[in-house]
DNA sequence: TTGAAAGCGCTAACAC
DNA sequence: GTGTTAGCGCTTTCAA
């Protein structure tokens, strides 16, 4: 293994000016910084990462904390998950992939240890069991043992109490309101809403309750009928949701999505009653813009914005981390795409 | 922040003590073992990741390494990814991810640093740039600069020449050919596969030329005859792809798919068309068990085992840091589950 | 069964 | 613009 001490004595310099190239804290003549920048090339040399840590109390390590279920927006997550990485990079960090399982255990042992400088986590609930350990310093008498005062974090979601922490997501609250809006502006007067399933509310996600309060207040406003299910991901559960919904309000002619795994499976169903979209009925999708250009019908939907969350999560944490920023929520405003799910409502028989 | 030394401290015994207390590699008097675990809790203490890996050369990391892009099997990535996390987590392990991005300088970068010590590469291609930096020692003639004798590593997935290095997979060549000959018993003798996005067959992932070959030997065992259109994922790409193969060979009654994206649309299509599932045709699907149950119609299905494969990965990789195991190959039966979308082809008119 | 002490490779004062 | 040096917190011989 070569280290920074072999560097130095190939480019006849001390291992502190080596160092010094390498971080660029301060100014090196032309020549020396060349003179080691080709040792360092040509002995192949990566600085230790364990000695850096050690030495810099700096990991450059961000941790993301991603849920262990797979029940919803796995492609979402995924997304979000590829442009933490890759954004972090660019920033000189990399990312440690922690799951939920641990839960808040593993925000004591990352915090704790030193593994990473601060951390992004996904799926928070409304009201977390780790949100206590990062919010900042106001510890309310004295120290918790084993608790750093404040763990650089950035929450992607919103929970119930954002007080000293940094959050970003998209406009839960607004997206719902977009949606029906949408629909009434067509004429449509009775809306279905087919959710999530039922364990994502029971857990108290908090972007499920939030779009739910926003298609509330929307309908309230704009004088919509609003019926609301929860729905598992899948041709069943699906086939089953909407017989329901059509039973108990036969007048439906707009539906609002939130879930993926049950687009399709509706637009199915939907062809095979008859009932043409989007003369007949009309299907507003929230979702990532993939799945609603991939669908039998082009959706109209409000796509959620998986890269931009991730990116702004990374960006905020570095910012944090170089004491360049405090804490903040930032909810990024959803815009609505018109495509070919959606009409004017049919005139009543 | 605590540090060992205080613990020791307030333990009253020395720092290495509580160093062995830690590591189990020295026996300790009950006595002085509850001491010092005592003083570790009260004191809330986490031993120093950076310190720890500079002194023992182990981060107790494992980097995961994965694709960037997202035009394939995104619910089976994150699946190994997960289940690498939780696996990884069971034998003392953290998962630093790394997306395919920086290409072979992320494994020099890595390797280099002891950042982490060993990987774990998805999406491997079949003349993958990565392997010969992970290949055992075996430089022809000295080594090479920059690039450690031998980063111990385990693929998922397999590449042309996998002489030095450790492999986890699927067999997709028996996948093929058990879905061909399930096809052939029903007696059906025109098949055609719809598959990946052309893109992954030009960049030579191994999976999907595995499985067109097993597919062909089948073919040839059984007499069928075989119609293969690679397929990007979506409704209309679908639709595409099926007149051209009902165009050119309308006597096709069997259809084997290897494209979560393109199943749905299939289905729905063929329904379109009146074609009644498993009446006049059958469909068999290489899918993660999830697609297949929530599909328009129950899938017969040779799944993807996502979780076995990262877990054998993670399984493999710490057996091999711990000196207990050597290279090896390890490719996992596939197993035919017959749903409702496969039955016996019609008779001919 | 325990302690003392020498590093691991790097960073960041401090000195010139 | 560069060198010297004292740690960072832990592991692991060596010695008792």
Redesign the interface.
Known sequence: ?VTLAEVAQHAGVSASTVSYVLSGKRSISMNTRQRVEESIR?????????????ASSR?N?IA?M?P?R?DMY??V???I??AV??TA?AHGY??????G??GPDAV??VA????ADGMILMDVELEDERLPLLRGGAAPDGAR????ADQPAVLIGLPADTSGLTCVDLDFRATGALCVEHLAKLGHRDVAVIGEAPAVYERHTGFAERTLDGLRSGARESGVRLLHRPCE???DAMALTLARILDERPDTTGFVVQNE?AV??L??LL??QGRAVPEDVSVVAVCPEQVA????VRLTSVAIPAQEMGRYAVEHLVAKLDGRDGDEVVLLAPELTVRASSGPAPSRA
Chains 1, 2 share one sequence.
């Open positions: 293994m040509e002995l192949g040399y990566h600085p230790n990462a364990g000695a850096r840590a050690l990991s390590i993301l991603i262990l797979t796995v492609p997550m995924m997304e998950a590829i990485a890759t990079r990399d990312v440690l992939l922690l799951t399982e641990e004591r042992r704790g240890s030193g593994l043992p084993g608790v750093p991901g899948g041709y795994s399709e499976p637009l199915a062809r095979q250009v991939q669908a039998s």
